[in-house]
């Protein structure tokens, strides 16, 4: 049973004969109204059990991107449905509409007022009705039940009743990084065409021969083909290819570590070195994908949380957000050992293995270092790490005397990386460290002047 | 270009409208037996509850801190004893030949005070405040809780006859003498534990300390013996333990005065109305109080905020006062930065660093190796100072 304010009014207007005729009679007879009333409409309320609700939402979307929860009310019924109907959805898909566009509901305190729609049906009819819902947050989100509130033809009370209905969106990652790979791909076409005048070097491989240009570089003439025909001809050469790349990304403790602060006060709690992480594997995956090379990409912290492999062309995209949409750090130590162990066993040629974690002096002491050599006596390894936005400002703070002492243990924490990275480079590791934003041109650039060195 | 999933509500079939029913009846058996065994609780506590009042020097408390043991004896001797918690009660009961006890009453009204010094029996104040003392004694008599007195047993020292009665006491001392015809026993320095007023044609007696009305300690050296001396002086006994909420001052149980009648004041239909706001209230709560279904709960990702081990350290550095560490790391940072931009070996030496950046800047080689890699700072503004030099030396280097 609900009431509405329409009750409380009610009650309240009894104060009206109780100033005229003040007994113990009038509080009992308009006591006996408003319940009298109350109960009426509660009776000829609609359950709201019979009321058939269907939901129907989109199976997958990009993190940021609206979408629209659509739910559609029938009404078998014999009496006039006046209802009120909730669809819940988790708090980090709540959207408020602001004019024209949405934007995320931020409120704790405040109810969610897209999520509410008022409904009011003839017997048979239905009703269509659309939640916006705008994703803050990557992962899967499952729907909580529909709500239906029927009122009684006064508007007095009513009966309500919650709907099992289900309901589930895939919430992908943002990808954003996906605005760095256009010039990328460029960079990539011009290492092509550049065959000729590139030096050759191991690692690129026979093209083709074609006749000589003036500015051609005269050590790539084929002194044998120009014999046979007549023309100068030169070989040219391109970078090779069907390379294997296998982006790990380290779901360890280390990932849940918040670079950047959000404070809108929302559920959105982004900006952790994972987020980072997700945003430079996949920007890695579309660059190597299109320049020929296979990619495999693992989530690992002590278990393997997602792996995408054999996958390419358009296929790839879509297959590693899906496996990357459900990757959640967990507040563990990685096993380092079992994260070589795994990219052994999924690998067996020299390919291009990327690490994705933090540059954390102890972590990677006591983990990456004592494994690392397996790696780099077979493969070629990039240490990919997000440095911290707050700890990079914090470095050349000078307003007081307490922000240059923040100043100096940022530059210490800075001096013990860099110290670390040195480590890593002795021990042939690549290492590419960048704020969260950089990260995934920073590594797409890396992968680039390791191809055209020849060097995957 | 998305799949889209529709899911569909159950339909409200015969089975599960059964099964809901049934575990509505189910839930309402719970109810039902937790509300019976809150009555029978309820019922257990008020039958085995310790019959009679508990509040301090009650005449019908057994407790230790009653007096029922004093009440009972003055009975059996044939005293009628008249128990009241209202001052208008205690005014009625209390005639001539009748003696009245005041137990301690910290909630006595000046008006109140005044009407039970103005009655005609014996007085006989427990414990009174300087209110009351003064009403009843005519000034004669104040009170001083501040005394101290040692627990021992002193003599009377007087010649009342309760007194003389009773015999040496321990009772607490506490009540000064201010007037001449005052008799006070049981002395103690400058108070004494008792004393006698004559006054209009009555007897006031106070009695500083009320223990000697208590169960527990009414068998004490001669306390018995006084409290049945005074308060058995007449055939008729009223004793008042007066309730917090009286607020009455005349034997008519009338307000004279002291309470205004609300009655007189506010309309007829207030309180009716009072009531029925409650029950508006009551409606409000139950209209705001239904939520529109539950909450969605989700699952958060726990969050570490990355910058806080750095913080920490700054913290730690501010509170030592490791002005040195904090200079060393910041010369280094920069000397690192600077390195790196001339494209020295990691490895490179001081001198080496020096003579890169005099080149590249060309500033004075005394100035950057002090600046590089002087002396710590000595206090904070220097090490501030220090880091805005290094500051301008870094932008002053340029690739050479």
């Known amino acids: 049973m609900v009431l509405t304010r329409r009750a409380v009014a009610l009650a309240a207007l009894g104060v009206v004969p109780l100033v005229l005729w003040p007994v113990a009679g009038t509080v009992v007879v308009w006591a006996g109204v408003v319940v009298l009333v109350c109960a009426l409409d509660v009776a000829l309320a609609v359950p709201p059990r019979r009321v058939a609700v269907r939901r129907t939402v989109p199976a997958a979307v990009r993190l940021g991107t609206p979408v629209d929860s659509e739910l559609v009310v029938s009404h078998p019924g014999r009496r ?8 819940a959805w988790p708090p980090s898909l709540a959207a408020d509409r602001d004019g024209d566009s949405l934007r995320p509901h931020t409120d704790p305190a405040a109810v969610t007022r897209t999520a509410r729609h008022r409904v009011d049906l003839r017997p048979g009819e239905s009703a269509r009705l659309r939640t916006p819902l705008l994703a803050t947050r990557r992962g899967e989100r499952r729907a909580g039940p529909v709500t239906v509130r029927t009122y009684g033809p006064c508007g007095v009370a009513g009966r309500q009743a919650s709907l099992p209905v289900g309901g589930r969106i ?29 030096v050759r070097g191991e690692g690129t491989e026979f093209d083709s021969l074609r006749e000589y240009v003036v500015g051609d570089d005269v050590r790539s003439i084929d002194w044998r083909a120009t014999a046979r025909g007549g023309d100068v001809v030169v070989r040219t050469w391109r970078p090779e290819r069907d390379r294997r790349v296998v982006v790990v990304l380290d779901t360890g403790r280390t990932a849940a570590a918040r670079i950047s602060a959000v404070d809108d006060g929302s559920l959105n709690t982004g900006g952790t070195r994972l987020e980072a992480g997700i945003e430079a594997a996949l920007l890695l995956a579309a660059l190597a994908d299109r320049a020929g090379d296979r990619v495999q990409v693992l989530a690992y912290d002590r278990a393997l949380r997602a792996r995408v492999a054999g996958a390419s062309g358009t296929r790839l995209l879509p297959a590693a957000a899906d496996a990357l949409a459900a990757v959640e750090p967990a507040l563990r130590e990685t096993d380092w050992t079992g994260l070589v162990g795994q990219v052994r066993a999924r690998v067996s040629q020299r390919s291009l293995v990327v690490l994705l974690t933090s540059l954390d002096p102890a972590a990677v002491e006591s983990g990456l270092l004592p494994v690392l050599g397996h790696l780099t006596g077979t493969h070629q390894v990039v240490v990919a790490a997000v440095q911290d936005g707050e700890v990079a400002a914090m470095r050349t703070g000078r307003d007081d005397v307490e922000a240059v002492y923040d100043a100096a243990a940022a530059s210490r924490a800075d001096l013990e990386r860099s110290a670390v990275a040195a480590v890593l480079r002795r021990h042939g590791a690549e290492v590419v460290e960048a704020l969260p934003a950089e990260l995934a041109p920073r590594l797409a650039d890396a992968y680039l002047a390791l191809k055209a060195a020849g060097r995957l | 270009m998305t799949a889209t999933v529709t899911w569909t509500s159950d339909p409200a079939t015969d089975a599960t409208t059964a099964s809901r029913r049934r575990l509505r009846r189910h839930r309402a058996r719970w109810v039902l037996v937790a509300a019976a065994s809150l009555l029978l609780v309820v019922a257990v506590l008020l039958v085995t509850r310790s019959p009679g009042s508990t509040a301090d020097l009650d005449p019908g408390n057994t407790r230790p801190n009653g007096s029922q043991a004093v009440a009972r004896v003055l009975e059996q001797q044939g005293v009628t004893i008249t128990h009241v918690t209202r001052v208008a009660d205690a005014l009625a009961a209390a005639g001539p030949d009748s003696t009245l006890l005041v ?3 910290p909630f006595l009204l000046p008006e109140q005070a005044d009407a039970l010094a103005g009655t005609d029996a014996d007085l006989v104040l427990a414990g009174a405040g300087r209110t009351l003392l003064t009403a009843a004694t005519g000034a004669q008599v104040e009170t001083d809780p501040l005394i101290g007195t040692p627990p021992e047993a002193r003599p009377p020292g007087c010649e009342l006859p309760a007194a003389v009665a009773a015999g040496p006491l321990v009772l607490e001392a506490g009540l000064v003498a201010v007037g001449d015809a005052v008799t006070t026993c049981w002395p103690s320095g400058d108070a004494a534990a008792l004393a006698a007023v004559e006054q209009d044609g009555r007897q006031v007696t106070a009695v500083h300390d009320p223990s000697l009305l208590r169960n527990d300690t009414v068998a004490d050296e001669g306390n018995a013996a006084l409290a049945l001396h005074l308060l058995g002086a007449h055939e008729r006994l009223v004793w008042l333990v007066q309730d917090p909420t009286d607020l009455t001052a005349a034997p ?6 002291v309470e205004p009648d609300p009655a007189g004041v506010l309309p007829d239909w207030f309180g009716a109305a009072l009531a029925w706001a409650a029950l508006v209230a009551l409606a409000t709560v139950l209209w705001r109080g239904r939520r529109l279904g539950r909450l969605v709960a989700e699952d958060l990702p726990v969050v570490v905020p990355a910058a806080e081990s750095t913080r920490g350290r700054a913290r730690l550095y501010r509170r030592s006062r490791a002005r ?6 910041l010369r280094a940072a920069t000397a690192d930065r600077i390195a790196h931009r001339l494209g020295l070996p990691r490895a490179a030496g001081a001198p080496d660093v020096v003579d890169a950046v005099v080149r590249a800047s060309g500033r004075h080689p005394d100035d950057v190796g002090a600046l590089l890699y002087g002396p710590p700072p000595a206090d904070d503004a ?7 030099r290094l500051d301008t030396l870094e932008s002053e280097v340029h690739r050479p």
């Open chain 1, 80 to 87: 006039r449905l006046r209802a009120l109907v909730r669809d």
């Open chain 2, 324 to 329: 040195g560490h904090a200079a060393a790391a």
């Open chain 2, 103 to 105: 137990t301690p009453s």
């Open chain 1, 170 to 198: 895939r919430v992908l990652p943002e990808f954003a990084s996906r605005r760095h790979l256009p010039s990328r791909l460029a960079r990539l076409r011009e290492m092509d065409g550049r065959a000729a005048v590139q």
């Open chain 2, 382 to 388: 220097e090490l501030q100072e220090l880091a805005r």
């Open chain 2, 252 to 257: 008519d149980g009338g307000r004279s005065g």
